[in-house]
């Protein structure tokens, strides 16, 4: 409903107020003051009430017409007449440590998390950069999945760990599934580990990673311990 409707509807329920609520002119001399200034008071008071009507249901005319016109709209109400929920955000939430995935991306989409200061974190919706990755078909909270975004997932607990050998670094404590184990040589002849998103998503080593050198390909760092 446009506001010139609305502007004519109450100029109708105005004049069809005033003019049809008294049997007797209000100049009438038969009529005392008081009674005209019920009658009047009574008027505005209906007029008030169509007003309420009429502006109580724009709302679910304006939701009637927008479901109608777009029937495959991403947004929806809410069952409580709130604030409405798109469907097409995710949302990240603090832990000590950095930020863990709180409400998941759709499928085939990642969460991109990031540390907004004052323990809080939050979550933008990103393209995956392995499209066919089990984790971006199928998001959940797990750390695979906000690896897949590629922010800040340090509040994850899955740690792994690699030891040094002559000539470079192995894998000591494996990865989670669906991750892989990036060695690193930090110098002194000591190595460490970190759980990055694998080379290839599909791969067997990266479904289920063990301390193998295959594995550790598919953490892209320094496997020359082997």
Not at 6 to 24: E, F, P, R
């Amino acid at each position: 409903m446009t506001v010139k409707h609305i502007a004519a509807t109450m100029c109708l329920l105005l004049g069809l107020s005033v003019s049809g609520s008294s049997k007797k002119p209000i100049d009438d001399p038969g009529v005392s003051t008081h009674q005209q200034v019920y009658q009047i008071l009574q008027n505005y008071n209906k007029v008030l009430q169509s007003l309420a009507e009429i502006f109580s249901g724009i709302p679910r005319i304006g939701s009637a017409i927008h479901c109608s016109l777009n029937p495959g709209s991403s947004v929806t109400a809410a069952a409580s007449d709130g604030p409405p929920l798109k469907s097409d955000s995710c949302d990240c939430d603090y832990h000590p440590g950095g930020c863990t995935i709180s409400q998941l991306p759709p499928a085939n989409l990642a969460c991109y998390c990031t540390y907004k200061g004052a323990w809080t974190c939050g979550g933008e919706i990103r393209e995956c950069p392995q499209p066919d990755a089990p984790k971006c078909k199928t998001p959940d909270k797990s750390l695979a999945t906000c690896l897949q975004g590629g922010g800040d997932c340090g509040a994850y607990p899955e740690r792994c760990d690699c030891d040094y050998h002559p000539g470079g670094c192995s894998i000591a404590a494996t990865a989670v599934p669906n991750t892989a184990c990036k060695c690193i040589y930090i110098g002194v002849w000591t190595c460490k580990g970190e759980i990055v998103r694998c080379k290839d998503s599909n791969h067997v080593k990266c479904l289920n990673p063990d301390s193998s050198r295959e594995s550790c390909l598919q953490g892209g760092g320094d496997c020359d311990g082997y």
